[in-house]
């Protein structure tokens, strides 16, 4: 496996656990819907979350959650509401993006609740 998939993979997990101390009931996760894939789903009381996770390691210029673009929220906001209409799910809606840096010195992660909308 390329070692960014792993690192990927890894910033997930970590995103999984982190996201489950807060309380979070993690739904799904690598939930795809045609090419597209949001990374996680869960339950945060009586909303619905979609999280897209970046993971990069310290030598990286751009902090990770600057990296999801307008074409990526547009396709994890379609693929949400897919999940949305198959499920026939009743709940508010946000997307959060979990940022994690790894580096020698350890992890640092950073929840963003709403980090994006879907425009009108």
């Known amino acids: 496996m390329a070692q960014h998939n792993e690192t990927g993979k890894e910033g997930e997990q970590m995103a999984v656990d982190y996201l489950a101390a807060k309380g979070f009931k993690i739904m799904e996760r690598n ?61 508010e809606a946000r997307f959060d993006i979990v940022s994690i840096v790894l580096s020698s010195q350890g992890e640092k992660i950073l929840h963003i609740d709403n980090a994006f909308y879907p425009q009108v």
Do not use: C
């Open 31 to 91: 939930w795809r819907f045609k090419k597209n894939e949001v990374d996680i789903i869960a339950r945060d009381g009586n909303e619905i979350v979609f999280v897209e996770v970046k993971t990069r390691h310290e030598n990286f210029l751009l902090e990770p959650e600057l990296t999801v673009s307008k074409k990526q929220q547009r396709s994890i906001i379609n693929t949400a509401n897919q999940y949305i209409i198959e499920r026939n799910i009743d709940m």
